[in-house]
């Protein structure tokens, strides 16, 4: 027995191995193209993304090539009667399964624990990879394009000599809704990361704003905050992008905050009737209270969920393996694509749009936070049907 098991884990391991590296290169690939190509980064800038990217590339590689792995080898191995061979030797299939299950198990922790370091310090690195790089972004997009542009700052030049931008216009939109726009004769960028800010030097311009114009012939110095000019936010304040250890923390700030919102509401309503204002104790008066008080709620109901969701995508491997198994030694086909997709196609149908249906009725707070395992449980019971055939047949 024990040589069975290494010989289904050898088999597995094998694939699923070889399958992860490749998969998990194409993914890496993909992401760094993405943010090259959104941020105008440089050579040594997706070198640096690289650490960071390859755990968000993993968390979506492991559990499709954790079913590959099963599909293939189990299609193989029905294939060639090795499944007939132990039953008429009298062992039970579940032998060639259980170390399968085993290694889904194992697997899915890890994929756990991906699905935590990617969200968590692979995002938080890649935004500091970045915001760090954002001067040199800035110049390189300059140098190619003469322009740079985000939702808050605009800039366009002539040409770039070294650091020295020539004849720039430089556009901020301003809190106001007014833009400011200063033309310079020249300028020169600085980031100071500490700080946060780009620090922008102009000389010999003019500054328009609104009917407001004025020149400066000497030297000018703006600092321009670093949200402003990187197209990725310098943090983050998104559920999604919580560490698991600090979920029960942010729980507990979230409904302090809650809390204090109620209390306003309340506070105002009740100097309203006592000072005989009423128009201050009706629901209108505290509209915008309530609203931010509805934000607060969704992000309490976020926060509550996410590590529900977290645990149940990762232990979609446990189930695809529950799944796999069974069906690729009933189809018997030593074809591992055909096994995959025959396999694969059933789960797309059924596991994704149920495990994303409960994920967004979870986040509205409609649905308790345990309704994102809806898939995974139909999962399990599918799969327990197939290998109840399995082991009768």
């Not at 808050?152 to 901020?172: A, C, H, M, W, Y």
Request: glycine content about 6%.
């Amino acid at each position: 027995m024990k040589i069975l098991t290494r010989y289904v884990l050898w088999d597995l391991l094998r694939v699923f191995l070889v399958a992860l590296s490749a998969l998990t290169l194409f993914m890496l690939v993909v992401g760094l193209v993405k943010e090259a190509q959104q941020q105008g980064l440089g050579l040594l800038q997706i070198l640096a993304l690289v650490p960071y990217v390859l755990p968000e590339a993993m968390r979506f590689a492991v559990p499709g090539t954790m079913l590959f792995a099963v599909a293939s080898v189990f299609g193989r191995m029905s294939a060639a009667n090795e499944v007939t061979a132990l039953k008429a030797a009298g062992i039970n299939p579940m032998a060639l399964v259980w170390p399968a299950l085993a290694l889904g198990l194992v697997v899915s922790f890890v994929s756990v624990w991906l699905n935590d370091v990617a969200v968590s310090w692979g995002r938080d690195g890649v935004r500091r990879v970045v915001v760090s790089s954002v001067e040199q972004i800035i110049y390189g997009r300059l140098r190619q394009q003469r322009s740079y542009a985000t939702a808050q700052v605009s800039i366009n030049v002539k040409g770039v000599e070294g650091d020295r931008l020539i004849r720039p216009t430089l556009t901020f939109q301003a809190e106001s809704g007014t833009p400011a726009t200063v033309s310079a004769a020249e300028a020169r960028l600085a980031a100071n990361p500490d700080g946060g800010t780009l620090v922008v030097t102009l000389r010999d311009g003019t500054l328009h704003m609104g009917d407001y114009t004025a020149s400066f012939p000497d030297t000018i110095v703006r600092e321009v905050p670093l949200d402003a000019v990187s197209r990725k936010e310098t943090s983050s304040n998104s559920p999604s992008e919580i560490a698991m250890a600090d979920f029960a923390e942010a729980r507990l700030r979230q409904v302090v905050k809650i809390d204090q919102v109620e209390q306003v509401i309340a506070g105002k309503a009740a100097i309203g009737l006592v000072t005989g204002r009423i128009e201050h104790a009706i629901p209108s008066f505290t509209m915008s209270d309530r609203e931010l008080l509805r934000q607060e709620r969704n992000r309490l109901f976020r926060i509550v969920m996410e590590p529900w969701r977290r645990w149940a995508n990762g232990f979609s491997c446990l189930c695809f393996v529950l799944v796999g198994a069974p069906m690729a030694i009933r189809m018997r086909n030593a074809d591992f694509l055909t096994s995959f997709f025959l396999c694969f196609l059933p789960i797309l149908v059924v596991y994704y749009p149920v495990f994303m249906l409960g994920v967004d009725q979870a986040k509205r707070g409609v649905v308790p936070p345990v309704a994102v395992w809806l898939g995974n449980v139909l999962v399990v019971l599918w799969g327990w049907w197939l290998l109840r055939q399995v082991v009768r047949r």
